[in-house]
């Protein structure tokens, strides 16, 4: 990368679990993991499933730790594998997990604006903020309805701007869109474009669908099977602002996903 | 995602505390129990070795075998008819949801009375002997298999029952296969608990109406005054219903191996 | 309600008072009562305030025991939550302790603590503590990980974690173990005044029964009855509006009954 400092370096990453019973040595799930994100970059990750996506993004976030390798973040070291674990990293890095994890106790706006309310930062100015995403995502009206009562998309959606809320610099996501329906995915898609026009932030997003790594990034990574590795990385040059009804029909898209997918096998 | 790493005693040294803690913890409670009746006086809390001295001598004179049998032997038919009883009713009243529903409330209601609350109407029309402790613990027992077989007869699937029906199983193949298989966990539950129960029922039952028993014995030394006796009895009692539930869990876990783990908060 | 049903059930009940005033012919009165000594008696002990009297003292030992015994019982688990040590030593006392048949601790509880309130509450509040510390104890330790994990990574810290997510999700355990030891309470102050007491719908039976008074017994059990009646509606109000945030799952919402 030819960025003058990244946001996020990530150096030799390796993981694996402890072994179960009976097994000699536990599997490699990460093995010398290489890449970097540049501020403001909307970065794409594309890996079979069970290629250890999830893994990397828990490791990035703090939540688990890592057997080898080096993170670094805005030039601060984070020790992924000594060390006790932050998760979020001090609130910078925002997580975005594939279960919307709303608290069901906790109706609609309660639950967009937990974070703020934990950070002690609900002020007016972070409602206004809460309100805009609200309404570009379509959810005004529904602030006291509880996540049971909720559709799924919708939920998604809350768990989307809940992240987006408190303003992290860096999100990680995880297969956000991939248990709902076509349709909605790609309305959701739409949204979370749209959201990020109006305040760029870095963006990791890892996927199993090809057309929606290389429809939403800047740049994508493509990941080997286990043990994960980066085995590719194409620049996408679709401008912006996109018409993901479109992009598909777009030049060099169809190109791209066929070599992004041969890649895969 | 992966669970948050809690500092769970997952690691060695502080195992190893546990097994100690516990230990520690019960020889902390014999030497307090000591101390408290040095300080208390023997008549208000007698100490460990003045208890465990009067349940001696009950064991030498026969008397604590004589009304342990009783209790026992109380406990154990009011368990048979109460249990069978009760275990019996919910595929009766599966045969009729209309019945059921009807009768709910009045069920909720007899479910709620404390069944001691009818000892004394046992007393008065059965007498102070045996027969008024088997229906007490008969009434305890019946009402907790049926909550349990009920529970079980309404969870029964009514998608197998249907697939059954369209396999062409008869009604007593039904029965056999789904119906019982699908209540057998809920009544071994019920049983589990219905046990212990029916022992200290006994007990409780003879508190109020009776001459020998170890409930009899404990509520006649209340009466004497005599705490060493309440206190041994109690500590004889609890034993002995602890010993039951430690036997019930080991046969459980062998006759219903085929579940995955239930998650059933038995209270 | 549809009309089917509240007639069914209006039929149960006639039949039930039938089934009643049959036993009272055949058996006698003296035996059985019956069904209009029943009222008269109900009329005049209620009219002449001994019904309430009673009642108010078993109910004010059953309330007593079940905040006395159900408030440590419910906050303890909570506690222990952060000293995963000490609740691995303490955790096999705990289940002999529930093992332990409170009532056949009455005795000892009056011998202790004399003829008054005390021995009650006492013996309500052994029965109580366990119910809600076992059923609290299962929900803090269903906490959904996934959730805690959400929450430290959006900035919260342990008691935040403790306040907003553990609490909320172990308070559906926490009440069924309330729901259930409601009418226990009721029902062990009854035993508690069976065993010994002046006063008290457990001392109204136990009086009826020495003077061979039937009808006095009958009166005293159907209050009884109608209490914990009221006791089950109460709590499954409660529990509606405290878990108005769960979806109502058509299975779940089935069978529960009191005991």
């Known amino acids: ?55 990397l993004l828990n490791i990035i976030a703090q939540v688990d730790a890592a057997s080898g390798g080096e993170i670094t973040f805005r030039g601060e070291a984070m020790n992924p594998v000594s060390g006790t674990l932050k998760p979020g990293w001090g609130c910078q890095i925002g997580y975005v997990t594939q279960d919307d994890n709303l608290l069901p106790w906790r109706t609609l706006i309660d639950n967009v604006t937990f974070p703020l309310r934990v950070q002690g930062r609900l002020d007016d100015a972070a409602m206004e903020r ?26 998604k959606r809350a768990s989307l701007i809940r992240t987006l809320a408190y303003d992290p610099p860096i999100i990680l996501m995880d297969e956000p869109f991939g248990a709902v329906d076509a349709q909605t995915r790609t309305a959701l898609q739409q949204d979370l474009l749209r959201l990020w026009n109006l305040g760029r932030k870095t963006i990791i997003f890892v996927t199993h669908d090809i057309g929606e790594a290389i429809a939403l990034g800047d740049r994508c990574l493509v990941l080997s099977r286990s043990p994960a590795k980066v085995v590719a990385e194409h620049r996408i040059t679709i401008k912006r602002p996109r018409d993901l009804s479109n992009v598909y029909k777009l030049e060099g898209f169809g190109d791209l996903y066929e070599l992004v997918r041969k890649e895969l096998l | 995602m992966t669970a948050v790493a ?200 003879e508190f109020i109406a009776a001459d020998a028993g170890l409930g009899w014995y404990i509520n006649n030394s209340r009466s004497l005054n005599d705490t060493t006796g309440v206190l041994a009895g109690v500590v004889v009692v609890t034993t002995l219903v602890i010993l039951v539930n430690a036997a019930l869990q080991k046969t459980q876990v062998r006759a219903l191996a085929w579940r995955p783990m239930s998650r059933d908060m038995t209270i | 309600m549809n009309l089917r049903l509240t007639t069914d059930r209006i039929v149960i009940f006639v039949v039930l008072i039938a089934f009643w005033q049959l036993c009272s012919l055949e058996f006698g009165q003296h035996w059985f009562s019956s069904p209009l000594k029943f009222v008269d008696k109900f009329v005049e002990l209620g009219l002449n305030g001994e019904i309430v009297f009673h009642m108010t003292y078993t109910v004010k030992a059953a309330i007593f025991g079940f ?126 005044e069976l065993i010994s007491s002046n006063r008290g719908l457990g001392y109204m039976i136990q009086a009826g029964a020495t003077d061979f008074d039937t009808t006095t017994v009958f009166v005293s059990l159907g209050t009884l ?30 069978w529960v009954p009191g005991a």
């Not at chain 3, 109608?226 to 979806?247: D, S």
């Open chain 1, 1 to 55: 990368m030819n960025a003058a400092s990244p946001t996020l370096e990530v150096r030799s990453l390796a993981k694996r679990f402890p072994p179960r019973n009976g097994q000699a040595e536990a599997p490699w799930i990460l093995a010398d993991l290489d890449f970097s994100v540049a501020t403001d970059e909307f970065l794409t990750m594309v890996g079979p499933s069970g290629a250890g996506k999830t893994t």
């Open chain 2, 6 to 205: 809690k500092a769970l005693p997952g690691r060695r040294s502080l195992r190893a505390w546990i097994p100690a803690g516990r230990v520690a913890l019960a020889v902390a409670f014999f030497a307090l129990w000591q101390m408290g009746s040095e300080m208390l006086g023997k008549e208000w809390l007698p100490g460990p070795v003045l208890t465990c001295e009067r349940i001696w001598s009950l064991v030498m004179t026969g008397q604590l075998a004589r009304d342990t049998l009783v209790t026992f032997g109380e406990a154990a038919l009011g368990m048979a008819i109460g249990g069978i009883g009760g275990a019996l009713l919910p595929f009766l009243l599966r045969l009729s949801p209309r019945l059921m529903k009807a009768l709910e409330p009045f069920l909720m209601a007899a479910f709620g009375v404390p069944k001691l609350a009818l000892a004394p109407l046992f007393i008065l029309w059965l007498g102070i002997g045996m027969p008024t402790k088997v229906v007490f613990v008969a009434s305890i027992v019946f009402f907790l298999m049926f909550y349990n077989g009920m529970a079980g007869v309404l969870s029964i699937d009514p998608r197998l029952v249907a697939m059954a029906r369209v396999a062409g199983a008869k009604h007593w193949v039904i029965s056999r296969e789904i119906v019982w298989n699908t209540t057998m966990p809920f009544l071994f539950a019920g049983l589990k608990i219905a046990l212990p129960r029916s022992l200290s029922g006994a007990v409780v039952g």
């Open chain 1, 130 to 155: 809460v309100t805009t995403l609200m309404r570009t995502v379509n959810l005004v009206g529904f602030e006291r309805y509880y996540p049971h009562e909720l559709s799924g998309g919708m939920r």
């Open chain 3, 67 to 192: 905040l006395v015994g159900g408030i440590p019982g419910a906050l303890l688990p909570f506690v222990l939550r952060r000293l995963p040590v000490v609740n691995a030593i303490l955790d096999p006392y705990f289940i002999a302790g529930y093992g332990v048949p409170k009532l056949a601790l009455a005795p000892l509880f009056v011998l202790w603590f004399g003829i008054d309130l005390e021995p009650k509450v006492a013996l309500v509040a052994s029965i109580v503590s366990f119910l809600v510390f076992f059923s609290t104890m299962a929900g803090v330790q269903s906490v959904n990980a996934q959730f805690v994990s959400m929450a430290r990574v959006a900035g919260a810290n342990e008691s935040h974690i403790a306040r907003h997510i553990v609490w909320p999700g172990a308070i559906p355990y926490s009440f069924a173990g309330f729901r259930i030891a409601a009418p226990y309470s009721i029902g062990a102050a009854v035993v508690g």
């Open chain 3, 225 to 254: 009855t109608m209490i914990v009646v009221l006791v089950n509606i109460c709590v499954a109000h409660a529990e509606r509006w405290l878990l108005r945030w769960r979806p109502r799952t058509g299975a779940g919402a089935a």
